[in-house]
């Protein structure tokens, strides 16, 4: 994809099992997605992600590959994707697909196989070693599940490594024949037209050749530094790119690869380089969570977003493209950090809008922010479902944490507070997600009566709802080259509260204004009068009945902006 058009672009993503059922069986599925194709386009997105419908017997759902060339049932069939991406191409959205190729599930024919005797063809398709000598596992690593990354399997007596789930075994990169195998796949993929993909783990999937111990000190997750852009990764994506993206210019690819510096994403992303078009700025998503403790918390800053959003524009924006996203179906959902009181939600949720549409980056929209909902909660064990939080769940059960403390954990750390359904219909038992009453979604609604003012169908009728804001600022975007192309200059870099930049762009200027903060901020302006002309023109707010200025058009001067209410957000023409 030419940078421009990628840069101009508003992705959203879909996490399939909780966007749209049509047959009532509780799971989300293609045909849903179809019915829902107006909503999109009028929400306005260009491209749309799409999490991963291959076949799986959904431990991970879905990332847990168990045939890449079939759709799973539980999503509907072959013909209803061609359908599907037919119609998205006849309105001009594209799809890309998750990609997912640092591991299979185990009941991937490949390690079924390969599982089955050392000298089988498939043993070298994942990574097997035997014990040490002393007996213990063959190294020190441990999971993005927070337990061993090895698994034994008694019918070799050998273990194999899985980075995630032990139904989720990792492949063996090292192996020309694995390479040529997922090449082939992914070629399979994109002669049906889709628009390219979504690297899932993409930087793990070259490991130190020795796969030594890592040190007592290591971070979450143990033994990252041996696995994440290990010394083949880039030649690697060149040789994917070559076999595969290379023949199909107009593709988007993005990857997922966390923790990389900003020397790394240049390595990834630089066009010359031909590996990947675009990968996530994944650091904003870490702000607040305890970097040692996959179920901690920290408190979080105004001025480590500052910190986020300078670092990638300086480094990599007039050199590559990176997508900026602040909730997805991995991490709880940002809102509640950013939203202290219930009165101001609304205002809050604009705040995060505008943030992530002004910013420099691509942003990706997760379904369900445009609305302005908050993570989901649960009060029972019972009602999760991902995997990692019940096993967290049981082991600090049993090593005697109270099971209240460790559902508060929960509560502010479980990717499941992100996946709960759309709310579609405000008058329907399952909020119109599955159309009958009598369904029940794989997972639960949240608290249904605070649910109901959030639901799409309630927020089609209202002025001034999250959801027009968020078609607003996504049109915006269309008409004003600015808030992609503008180059950024950061205001009031000490403020503690307000996020204040200017985006310059062909002798246009936009001022941005953000308080963070649930109480009013004040501006000092006397550092920055450098910057300002003499008046300027409001062109955005996100309170419905502003003070300043009365009129959207009339000039102010910005000596008389001297403060921001709790949450505002305030654009200008300067
Ligand atoms: C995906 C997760 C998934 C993991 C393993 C990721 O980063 O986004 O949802 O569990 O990869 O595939």
Redesign the pocket.
């Known amino acids: 994809m030419e940078n421009k058009t990628a840069r101009e672009s508003v992705i959203y993503q879909i996490y399939p099992p909780s966007f749209m059922d049509s047959n009532n069986d509780g799971w989300g599925d293609l045909n849903g997605i179809a019915s829902r194709i107006p909503y999109l386009h009028q929400l306005g997105i260009d491209t749309i992600w799409l999490g991963p419908i291959y076949d799986s017997p959904m431990i991970?759902?879905g990332?847990?590959i168990r045939d890449y060339y079939q759709i799973d049932t539980k999503y509907g069939t072959m013909e209803q994707f061609e359908s599907l991406l037919d119609q998205l191409h006849d309105i001009d959205m594209k799809l890309i697909m998750?990609l997912?190729i640092?591991?299979t599930s185990d009941e991937h024919p490949w390690f079924q196989q390969s599982k089955s005797a050392k000298d089988n063809p498939y043993r070298d398709y994942y990574i097997w070693r035997p014990a040490k000598s002393d007996g213990a596992e063959p190294n020190n690593w441990r999971s993005?599940q927070s337990e061993s990354a090895w698994t034994y399997d008694e019918q070799t007596d050998e273990y194999y490594l899985h980075l995630?789930d032990r139904k989720?075994p990792d492949l063996n990169w090292e192996h020309p024949p694995l390479r040529q195998e997922v090449y082939k796949m992914i070629r399979w993929w994109l002669d049906k037209g889709i628009d390219g993909f979504r690297l899932?783990?993409i930087n793990m999937i070259s490991k130190h050749p020795d796969l030594p111990d890592a040190a007592e000190d290591d971070p979450h997750p143990i033994g990252q530094r041996f696995y994440k852009n290990g010394p083949r990764i880039h030649e690697f994506l060149q040789e994917l790119h070559r076999e595969t993206f290379a023949h199909y210019p107009h593709i988007l690819t993005i990857g997922?690869a966390?923790s990389l510096t900003m020397e790394q994403v240049l390595e990834y992303t630089l066009p010359e380089r031909k590996e990947l078009n675009m990968v996530l700025a994944m650091d904003m998503m870490r702000i607040g969570k305890d970097p040692h403790n996959p179920w901690g918390s920290a408190d979080w800053s105004v001025s480590q977003l500052k910190e986020s959003v300078s670092k990638w524009y300086e480094h990599i924006f007039a050199r590559g493209e990176y997508g900026v996203y602040l909730s997805?179906?991995?991490h709880p959902r940002m809102i509640p950090d950013v939203i202290g009181h219930h009165e101001h939600n609304m205002t809050a949720a604009k705040l995060v809008a505008t943030f992530l549409h002004l910013i420099p980056g691509v942003p990706l929209v997760y379904q369900g922010e445009e609305l302005g909902l908050p993570n989901t909660t649960y009060d029972r064990i019972e009602d999760y479902r991902d995997q990692g939080t019940i096993h967290y769940y049981k082991e600090a059960v049993q090593d005697g944490k109270p099971a209240q403390e460790v559902l508060a954990g929960i509560h502010q750390r479980s990717?499941d507070g992100s996946r709960s359904p759309m709310p579609w219909d405000a008058h329907s038992e399952n909020f119109g997600f599955s159309p009958s009453d009598s369904t029940k979604p794989w997972i639960p609604f949240p608290d249904k009566e605070s649910l109901t003012h959030l639901s799409v169908s309630e927020q089609e009728e209202q002025r001034g709802s999250v959801l027009s804001y968020y078609r607003h600022l996504i049109a915006m975007r269309k008409q004003f080259p600015i808030m992609s192309h503008g180059s950024f200059t950061m205001l009031l870099e000490d403020h503690p509260e307000v996020f204040a930049f200017i985006r310059e762009w062909q002798g246009q200027r936009w001022l941005i204004l953000l308080n963070f903060a649930d109480v009013e901020a004040e501006i000092d302006w006397t550092q920055e009068y450098r910057v300002f002309p003499t008046s300027m023109v409001k062109i955005l707010g996100n309170y419905p009945h502003t003070a300043h200025p009365p009129h959207p058009e009339e000039e102010q001067h910005i000596d008389d902006l001297q403060y921001l209410r709790p949450y505002e957000v305030l654009i200008y023409r300067m």
Do not use: G, K
Request: net charge negative; hydrophobic share 20%; proline share 5%.
């Open positions: 991970d759902n990332y847990d998750d997912v640092n591991h993005f995630f989720q899932d783990a997922e966390p997805t179906h991995d990717r």
